[in-house]
């Protein structure tokens, strides 16, 4: 079993930053993706950005030259930057760790990001 908790959601002004944070714990060990996910209200959940164990980085057009998603391997811990926020990247924010090769994923509970324009 993998745990994941997120922190680091609110609220901010349209152009501004906030940094969301996932800390992993239990059986994390293996080649895995890590990766941010999000859903707002009436929408389906949508890849973020993604990393690998080894390092690649996968964005959403969307959010391409705005956020930047990094992962410290020693302590297991998931970061997404986010700056020039818009009011429709308001939505729940969710980490998400998986591993192909032995056929896991887990889920964050959540962390809400609210971008008041």
């Known amino acids: 079993q993998v745990q994941l908790v997120e922190s680091g959601g609110g609220l901010v002004q349209a152009g501004g930053s906030l940094r969301l944070s996932c800390a992993a714990s239990g059986s994390t060990f293996g080649p895995n993706t890590m990766g941010w996910y999000r859903q707002a209200p009436g929408k389906q959940r949508e890849l973020v950005a993604n990393i690998t164990s080894g390092g690649t980085t996968n964005y959403a057009d969307s959010v391409k030259g705005r956020f930047t998603i990094s992962r410290d391997g020693r302590k297991n811990v998931l970061y997404l930057q986010m700056n020039s926020l818009k009011p429709e990247d308001t939505a729940v924010y969710y980490c998400?760790?998986?591993?192909?090769?032995?056929?896991?994923?887990?889920w964050g509970q959540g962390t809400q990001v609210t971008v008041d324009s």
């Open positions: 998400n760790f998986r591993r192909v090769w032995r056929g896991d994923a887990y």
